[in-house]
Each structure stands twice: as C-alpha cells, then as structure tokens.
C-alpha cells in the first residue's frame, strides 16, 4: 500500500519570503524534478484546479489537480485527481526563519489501476516512493536556495 511521505528543510527567511516561491506554482519545474509544467487554471486558491505534466526519466504524462487548501504565508495542499493523493506545503515559522514542511498524503489509498501503472512503467511502489521522497527533498533544497538568494 502507498505511504505517506514526508520531507522538512529549514530555511534563513520569513514565511511570507518562503510563501512567495512556493506559493507560486507556475515557478513548480524549477524546483520539482517530477514536474515539468504546473498551470493554475484561475487564481490560486482553495478550488482552483491545475493542469501538470509529469516526468520520470524518458515518460511523461498529464496529471489535474485542484487546490483544497490555500492559506497566505502558512499552507497550501493539492488533491491529484488521478489518483487522490493530497500533496501539501506547510510553513511553521521559527527563530531563524521558516520550517518547510511537503507532504505527500494517500488517505484512502490509490485505485487499483494507478497501482498497475506505478508497478508496470514506475519501478514498483517502493521504487516510486523512493523516488518521490528524493524528488521531494531536491524540491525543498532548490527552494531553499531560491529563497535564500532573494531570487
């Protein structure tokens, strides 16, 4: 069964600093090495939906999303249509700066026929969450430099 993944960076600047990055999903491939291009179809927040396309290695494919939580300068979350997955964006501030928290929540599972998709073309479960738990961390270092930078 998918687990729930999850990775945490500290970060030498105010949450409303690190909100403006991550709170802008059009800027989400500079960061995520799964994504290759995230459009909010509307202003972002709670109930917009998203277009995205995905890669891992020579595959890509379309994904849609819509938004179930956005709050300026503390947390934001994405249920992934294709599959219910809830990936979130936590900031919780701290003495130096900020806490970057992302998430990957499977609440009730995945259909059986995303299951076949991960087994037969993404390595297998264990494979994929790997992956994902790698990409996660690569995400929140690159937005950690960004941040830091000012850029």
Do not use: H
């Amino acid at each position: 069964m998918p687990k729930n993944l999850e990775a945490a960076i500290d970060i030498a600047a105010p949450p409303e600093q690190v909100w403006a990055v991550v709170s802008d999903l059009e800027r989400m491939p500079e960061f995520s090495p799964q994504c290759i291009r995230m459009m909010p179809l509307g202003t972002p927040k709670a109930g917009t939906w998203t277009l995205n396309f995905n890669k891992d290695g020579w595959k890509r494919w379309p994904t849609t999303s819509r938004i179930v939580r956005f709050e300026p300068n503390q947390a934001f979350a994405f249920r992934m249509n294709e599959n219910s997955t809830v990936w979130s964006y936590t900031l919780e501030p701290t003495e130096a700066g900020t806490r970057l928290i992302e998430r990957r929540d499977v609440p009730n599972g995945v259909t059986w026929i995303v299951r076949k998709a991960i087994n037969g073309m993404l390595g297998g479960e264990q494979v994929f969450e790997d992956a994902l738990l790698n990409g996660m961390n690569e995400t929140l270092g690159k937005i950690k430099t960004t941040v830091e930078a000012g850029a």
